[in-house]
């Protein structure tokens, strides 16, 4: 396992508010900043893990870079997408799991 640098796109921080937004709607707040810290923290975990993923065949990963990869949170409901260059782990973007095709 290598120790990754993390690079978020500003899509995957918009990702981010649109859940917290509609957590808010169905809950609470405090709902929502849990839920999204959880979701941050994931895609910190990727500084170490990010190679023990496999480059994906899914057509939706695939759409973002030739060689995405995904992980799957720990709730099952969301794909982060994300690809590897030398360094660095490049978060692409949050799909929900049931978006993927």
Known sequence: MNNYILNVKQEVYDD????????ITVGSKELALKYTQNLLSEIEDLTYLADTMQVSQWKTAKLYHPKA????TK????????HIEDEFVVVDKIIASSRMF
């Open 16 to 23: 981010i508010e649109n859940i917290r937004n509609f957590i």
């Open 69 to 72: 990869r995904r992980l799957i």
């Open 75 to 82: 709730n099952r409901k969301w794909n982060i997408i994300y």
